[in-house]
């Protein structure tokens, strides 16, 4: 069974670039959250992908968007790139079905760091 | 809204001493409740869950947790620790009612342990 992959690992831009995060689900999965961490922080929510449509989103502005695709990977995309934005970027997925919860397992990150 | 206290950004114990971090949280509805461990450079991996039912709960690695609701906390405890144990941990909650699953993490306790 293969786990949840992300990449790039790393990744530089400098101020007002865009940037694009991808995320590959843990077979079987049909739900993706992305998570921002800060450096010495926990995780903050971003938003989550369900059948293709966003599905909740946290306290991030309009210039943090996503996709999710039929074969359940996503993309996290960053326009406008701000120094603050420089974090891990974390993707989880999740099973959805009919009232079970849905346990999140996490990739590896992408490192985005804005200069 | 809910939230997560982690007291203690920062614990230190003997090998072989007894391992407890602490998690208190504030939720209006029943939780969910997850711990998290995080290595350097890695992304996070699922210890243990409580959902419902019995509220000592056995994780990977020997650790387990206690639910007790009457005190609004998930404390992790590990009878031994091991220097394979150091690492950050993070303590989560989410809803069970929500319809998005989303994970609300505290600022996390890395753990440190000496020879």
């Known amino acids: 069974e293969t786990g949840v992959t992300q990449s790039p690992t790393h990744l530089i831009k400098t101020r007002g670039q865009q940037v694009t995060l991808r995320c590959s689900s843990q077979s079987g999965h049909n739900t993706v959250s992305w998570y921002q961490q800060a450096l010495g922080q926990g995780p903050q929510f971003i938003f989550q992908y369900y059948r293709e449509e966003e599905n909740g989103r946290g306290n991030f502005p309009p210039r943090f968007s996503g996709l999710q695709f039929p074969n359940y990977s996503s993309e996290l995309n960053v326009n406008a790139l701000e120094l603050d934005d420089s974090a891990l970027y974390l993707c989880?997925?999740?099973?959805?079905?009919?009232?079970?919860?849905?346990?999140?397992?996490f990739g590896p990150g992408t490192r985005l760091t804005v200069l | 809204a809910q939230s997560v206290t982690q007291l203690g950004s920062h614990v230190s114990v003997s090998e072989g001493a007894l391992v407890l971090l602490r998690c208190n949280y504030s939720?209006?509805?029943?939780?969910?409740l997850f711990w998290y461990v995080q290595y350097p450079n890695q992304g996070l991996q699922l210890l243990l869950k409580?959902?419902?039912?019995?509220?000592l709960v056995k994780g990977i690695n020997g650790f387990e947790a206690e639910f007790k609701k009457s005190e609004t906390s998930f404390h992790l405890t590990k009878p031994s620790a091991h220097m394979s144990d150091a690492a950050e941990y993070f303590c989560a909650v989410c809803y069970s009612g929500g319809s998005n699953y989303k994970l609300t993490f505290g600022k996390g306790t890395l753990l440190t342990v000496n020879p």
């Open positions: 409580y959902t419902t039912g019995a509220t």
């Open positions: 939720s209006s509805v029943p939780p969910y």
């Open positions: 989880a997925s999740s099973k959805r079905t009919s009232g079970s919860t849905d346990t999140q397992y």
